[in-house]
């Protein structure tokens, strides 16, 4: 079975996301900062009859992103990291006026930084794999001015550009940056809580990588808008 690593896997996309291949037949290596609820995401897959490994930790800590490869290899080959896990930096997000330096720094860390820590963990197994495939969970706030958003938009921005530079020093690779748009997730109750408002559930967005896995088009920026709509 192919194995995937997924980051920021107990609720939200990255659960749904979870299940999504695990009805599909892979083995899943599940990382989220929060043991029982990252314990509950993995025991609601036991139905699907794959192996799932959650780990609980910080995708910040060089030690943890070891376990999760290491965990991986265990499995059998690894064929796709998907790097979900987030950090707004202020909650409820501020204007940058306001933003505390180090919450800047720590989303920089978390949607950044760890994510390309964790792409060159796992790369001599991605490279290994028939179809190794990395997917960057983007946002808009990558490419609009959102006022609030300046903090959390500038590391998402960083995580495209290194999934646009990885895809092209990755030949064999896909390297996809998927921007999954407006959804009614805790980060994003988190950051503007005060906004009640209806919004899509993270499983109506899964459609749009399951086609990109199916179809493999070249490694780049996604939109699951566009991704979803009829061919």
Request: some cysteine; overall charge negative; hydrophobic content about 45%.
């Amino acid at each position: 079975m192919p194995v995937a690593i997924i980051t920021g896997a107990s609720k939200g996309l990255g659960r749904a996301l979870a299940a999504a291949l695990a009805q599909r037949g892979w083995d899943l290596v599940l990382d989220a900062r929060t043991d029982r609820v990252l314990r509950e995401a993995a025991q609601a897959l036991e139905p699907y009859g794959t192996k799932v490994v959650p780990l609980p930790g910080d995708v910040t800590d060089a030690g943890h992103r070891a376990d999760l490869v290491s965990a991986a290899r265990g499995l059998g080959t690894l064929e796709l990291l998907v790097c979900n896990a987030s950090a707004l930096g202020a909650e409820p997000l501020v204007r940058l006026a306001e933003l505390p330096l180090e919450g800047l720094r720590t989303a920089l860390e978390t949607n950044a930084v760890s994510a390309l820590g964790l792409v060159q963990e796992a790369l001599p197994l991605l490279r290994a794999g028939e179809h190794g495939t990395v997917v960057a969970v983007s946002s808009d706030a990558a490419v609009g001015a959102y006022g609030t958003w300046g903090g959390y938009g500038a590391s998402k921005a960083a995580l495209d550009l290194l999934a646009a530079v990885l895809g092209v020093e990755e030949p064999g690779l896909r390297v996809w940056a998927v921007d999954p748009g407006d959804m009614g997730t805790d980060l994003y109750a988190a950051a503007v809580p005060d906004d009640d408002g209806p919004r899509p559930a993270p499983d109506t967005v899964v459609p749009a990588f399951l086609r990109l896995l199916d179809e493999r088009p070249a490694s780049g920026r996604y939109t699951a808008s566009a991704l979803l709509e009829v061919r």
